[in-house]
């Protein structure tokens, strides 16, 4: 019996060296010089789509008897977030999409944290996406949780796949071979140095700043740590497959024999650990203790579909903005936006009244090369070398590249890493924006060339602030 292997390490391990990935940013086509590191595009989708298989729901807990399981999906058009979504009770991810884009689909490229069914499948092929990714772990037709339940039978033999799911790969496969679009595993090893970074990042970010010492005993890094062993044991079980051999058989059944082979297998596993660990560390960084995100001001009652996010859908937004921050193109500090409408009806989907408006990071303009604009900040004596005139805040790009347009009648949620500074303000009161939810660490400040000052007054936006209960 192979041994299950222990996710739960207290600091991230030092990795071996691998080679610097060279990928093109979503808004330029900036390298990975001169800043810290980044999460590769792919890398930064892949997590995403992990990140939506969870997104909070009414009845939230998966049936552990149920052949289905649940998955999330981002749908990328162009290197620019076009969808989030994921299973809910009645439709799954890849059926969502479908309802909400439809023929925008055509020559989209999708990130599935699990590999869809045959009935997904059949449908995304024939919007004419482009390209399938998925997650090489238990597909969406589950094979480990029948593959425990047959162990009860002893006809079965052991790692033996149930029928449904091995229906569901001959009708997957065949779909596969007889279609258009690539469909593939695509998993790139972080690059040098960034499950380090991210872990500082997140332990040091705004949001664990403001958690109260609710446990003299603990030091703010302990309780971070405490965050993150738990994330990484909860992940681990649903993203990783326990055994050697029990993904082997997986990724057999999947038509992915390739990857069975040393050292891609061991290559494979190493990566899906990584990103894991690093989904943990940004999720830490958000906690689950004593506070969330409250208004400012207190509101009138307004009918469901004006208000706000809920403290899980809140909490869930804010680090999907913390995911996209690390993709930042500013040489020192990162910055996520992402932007939800509320609207009336759920139509069953996984996301409820919620639909993605945009989603951006902050980033130097379209087409431009790395060192063509000014790197430094204020430190910087000579203000025609600061890097302020240049950047497009995350805020800019989420509005910029929406996917659809902002409705006065619904309630249009910013979900934003950094308090929103004065450049930005005018913009998300013009767009419409009609709630914040944001750390406001820098509010009030004047920094000379970025300042913080129309945060606070601020008027006809609710303003929800992490703080204490």
Request: one cysteine or more; a neutral charge.
């Amino acid at each position: 019996m192979v041994d299950r292997e222990i996710w739960d390490r207290a600091e991230p391990s030092h990795r071996r060296p691998c080679r610097e990935l060279r990928d093109s940013s979503t808004q330029t086509d900036s390298k990975i010089q001169g800043h810290g590191p980044r999460l590769s595009q792919v890398n930064l989708f892949t997590l995403l789509s992990l990140w939506m298989e969870m997104f909070p729901q009414e009845d939230s807990e998966e049936d552990d008897n149920s052949q289905i399981r649940m998955a999330g999906l981002v749908v990328v058009r162009e290197g620019k977030v076009l969808g989030l979504h994921c299973s809910g009770a009645e439709l799954h991810a890849g059926q969502a999409a479908v309802i909400q884009h439809g023929a925008q689909l055509e020559d989209c490229q999708l990130y599935f944290s699990r590999r869809p069914c045959a009935t997904c499948l059949k449908m995304l092929i024939n919007a004419g996406v482009s390209q399938i990714s998925f997650w090489p772990g238990d597909p969406e037709v589950s094979m480990l949780r029948s593959t425990l339940t047959n162990h009860s039978n002893c006809h079965s033999p052991p790692h033996s796949i149930p029928e449904e799911a091995a229906l569901d790969t001959v009708a997957t496969e065949k779909l596969k071979s007889n279609s258009r679009p690539h469909i593939c595993v695509q998993l790139q090893p972080l690059v040098p140095g960034l499950g380090q970074f991210v872990y500082e990042s997140s332990r040091d970010c705004d949001f664990m700043e403001k958690l109260p010492h609710y446990d003299h005993r603990l030091t703010r890094e302990e309780l971070f740590n405490r965050e993150r062993i738990r994330h990484l044991r909860d992940f681990s079980r649903r993203f990783l497959v326990g055994t050697c051999q029990q993904h082997k058989d997986i990724l057999i059944q999947m038509d992915l024999e390739n990857f069975c082979v040393e050292p891609y297998f061991s290559n494979l596993r190493h990566n899906m650990r990584e990103l894991v660990e690093v989904l943990a560390a940004v999720a830490a960084g958000v906690p689950q203790t004593s506070y969330g995100f409250y208004r400012e001001q207190r509101a009138p009652s307004l009918p469901p579909h004006q208000e706000g996010a809920s403290q899980e859908e809140a909490r869930h937004c804010i680090i999907q903005a913390r995911l996209l921050a690390y993709r930042t193109e500013d040489p020192k500090v990162g910055v996520g936006a992402v932007i939800w409408a509320k609207g009336k009806l759920t139509g069953s989907r996984g996301t409820g009244c919620l639909s993605l408006v945009g989603c951006g990071y902050n980033a130097y303009p379209a087409g431009s090369k790395y060192a063509q604009y000014p790197q430094m900040d204020n430190k910087q004596e000579d203000r025609q070398r600061r890097k302020y005139r240049f950047i497009v805040h995350a805020e800019q790009n989420a509005l910029t590249f929406r996917t659809r347009d902002i409705k006065p009648e619904e309630a249009t949620m910013l979900f934003v890493t950094k308090c929103p500074c004065d450049e930005c303000i005018p913009l998300i009161r013009g767009a419409g924006i009609t709630h914040i939810y944001t750390s406001d660490q820098d509010r009030d400040k004047d920094k000379g060339d970025i300042s913080y000052l129309k945060f606070s007054s601020l008027k006809d936006v609710s303003k929800y602030i992490v703080s204490t209960l």
